[in-house]
T-cell receptor, first 109, second 116 residues
Framework: DAKTTQPNSMESNEEEPVHLPCNHS???????IHWYRQLPSQGPEYVIH???SNVNNRMASLAIAEDRKSSTLILHRATLRDAAVYYC??????????FGGGTRLMVKP | DAGVTQSPTHLIKTRGQQVTLRCSPI?????VSWYQQVLGQGPQFIFQ???????GRGNFPDRFSARQFPNYSSELNVNALLLGDSALYLC???????????????FGDGTRLSIL
C-alpha cells in the first residue's frame, strides 16, 4: 500500500485558514486520497476525498497537486472544535485503511 | 439517521479472559471493519467483513476473531487476553467500493477495553 507522510503537529489561530500537508510520492494512478480526523475521545470522522481535481465540501477543501504526489487539506476558518488529529490515507484496493501518526492540529483562541 | 453503534462503551477484564465486542453498522452498509487503537497511536486494521465473509485481515494473532451476521452487525472476539490488548476498539461501516471508488468509512466511538 502507498504510504503517506504528514507533519506531527501544527498550530493555528482561531478563525484563520489552516493548510494541512500530506506527501504521498508512491501513489498509484487509481489511488484516491482520503482525509479523516479524530477528535478527542471519539472515533475517526471522514472529512473529504479526491482523485485528481480539487474537491470542496461543507467541512473542508482538498487541493491535489498536479503530479498527485502531495495534497493539502484546507480548513477555511479554524474553530476550537477543529482541534483534532488529521489523517491522510490512501485506502487499499479492499478499502482497508492504514493510519499513520497523522497531524495533531492545535487551535489557539 | 443512526450512526455506527458499539457496545459496550467500556469494559474491564483480567488477563486470560475472553471478550466479545459488538457493532451495529449504519443501515444499508454491508461492509464492517474493526480497528485497534492503542493510546497515542493511530488505529490499526484488524478485520474487514463484507456480506458475512471475511475480506481482509490485519497482522493480529489468531486470538482475534470476528464474524458478521445476516443483519450485517458484527462481533469481535478476543481470547486469552493480554495486558497489551488494552486499547480502544473501533468499528467502521461503509458501502465498500462502488464503481471503483472506495467509499468513506464511518466509525463508531469505540469500546475502551482495559486489561488488569
Amino acid at each position: 500500500d502507498a504510504k503517506t507522510t504528514q507533519p506531527n503537529s501544527m498550530e493555528s489561530n482561531e478563525e484563520e485558514p489552516v493548510h494541512l500537508p500530506c506527501n504521498h510520492s508512491t501513489i498509484s494512478g487509481t489511488d484516491y486520497i482520503h482525509w479523516y480526523r479524530q477528535l478527542p475521545s471519539q472515533g475517526p470522522e471522514y472529512v473529504i476525498h479526491g482523485l485528481t481535481s480539487n474537491v470542496n465540501n461543507r467541512m473542508a477543501s482538498l487541493a491535489i497537486a498536479e503530479d498527485r504526489k502531495s495534497s493539502t487539506l484546507i480548513l477555511h476558518r479554524a474553530t476550537l472544535r477543529d482541534a483534532a488529529v488529521y489523517y491522510c490515507i490512501l485506502p487499499s484496493a479492499g478499502n482497508m485503511l492504514t493510519f499513520g501518526g497523522g497531524t495533531r492540529l492545535m487551535v489557539k483562541p | 439517521d443512526a450512526g455506527v453503534t458499539q457496545s459496550p462503551t467500556h469494559l474491564i477484564k483480567t488477563r486470560g479472559q475472553q471478550v466479545t465486542l459488538r457493532c451495529s453498522p449504519i443501515s444499508g452498509h454491508k461492509s464492517v471493519s474493526w480497528y485497534q487503537q492503542v493510546l497515542g497511536q493511530g488505529p490499526q486494521f484488524i478485520f474487514q467483513y463484507y456480506e458475512k465473509e471475511e475480506r481482509g485481515r490485519g497482522n493480529f494473532p489468531d486470538r482475534f476473531s470476528a464474524r458478521q451476521f445476516p443483519n450485517y452487525s458484527s462481533e469481535l472476539n478476543v481470547n486469552a487476553l493480554l495486558l497489551g490488548d488494552s486499547a480502544l476498539y473501533l468499528c467502521a461501516s461503509s458501502l465498500a467500493v462502488i464503481g471503483g471508488v472506495r467509499q468513506p468509512q464511518h466509525f463508531g466511538d469505540g469500546t475502551r477495553l482495559s486489561i488488569l
